[in-house]
């Protein structure tokens, strides 16, 4: 069964750091690409960010791109999200995915980031 | 960018059937695929590739794309296919996924 399960969320300040983490299991791990896609309260849906099996082709939406860094790592079967000078409108819900041919297969179940002071 | 357009809202009564429609630029050149999502819950992929079905996703839904508009179709609707719906693409011009904004599907 695949797992994926979301940590590192939590209240930080405007112009803030933080983390997510992403532990994968039930699948080969370095075999999928993985994304991040978050959702604000009472909001759609936002791709943030994806990454190849490998750890290259690695892309970014334009409101992250220079501030959020995406990468994995595969031996450790985690997904990571690096997020700098966060902004109010950062604040969301962010989940991870597994990806398969541009779309996402599996969801993990979110972690909530609120930026506030 | 590439924009997606989705109705806010669809309606439908049990045992109907409701359509869903994704609108976009010529998007019956891309591939699209469809999610749902309920309260409080992660999205889970219900079409890809315009018209495929995951295991587990029942046969009442089925997906079509031609020309600038991709539509997801659920036949036979129950209580519990209320939630929101999701389409999106892989746009290819700008390496960006695009999701539609989502259609609330009501079930009278």
């Known amino acids: 069964e695949v797992q994926l399960l979301e940590s590192g969320g939590g209240l930080v300040q405007p112009g803030g750091s933080l983390r997510l983490s992403c532990a994968a299991s039930?699948?080969?791990?370095?075999?999928?690409?993985m994304s991040w896609v978050r959702q604000a309260p009472g909001k759609g849906l936002e791709w943030v960010s994806g990454?190849?099996?490998?750890?290259?082709?690695?892309y970014y939406a334009d409101s992250v791109k220079g501030r959020f860094t995406i990468s994995r790592d595969n031996s450790k079967k985690t997904l990571y999200l690096q997020m700098k000078s966060l902004r109010a409108e950062d604040t969301a819900i962010y989940y991870c995915a597994k990806d398969r041919s541009g779309y996402s297969i599996d969801w993990g179940q979110g972690t909530l980031v609120t930026v506030s002071s | 960018s590439y924009v997606l357009t989705q109705p806010p809202s669809v309606s439908v009564a049990p045992g109907q059937t409701a359509r869903i429609t994704c609108g976009g630029s010529n998007i019956g050149s891309k591939s699209v695929h469809w999610y749902q999502q309920k309260p409080g819950q992660a999205p889970v992929l219900v079409v890809y590739d315009d018209s495929d079905r995951p295991s587990g996703i029942p046969e009442r839904f089925s997906g079509s794309n031609s020309g600038n508009t991709a539509t997801l179709t659920i036949s036979g609707v129950e209580a519990g296919d209320e939630a929101d719906y999701y389409c999106q693409v892989w746009d290819s011009s700008s390496v960006h996924r695009v999701f539609g904004g989502g259609t609330k599907l009501t079930v009278l």
């Open positions: 990454i190849g099996g490998s750890g290259g082709n690695i």
């Open positions: 039930g699948f080969s791990f370095s075999s999928y690409a």
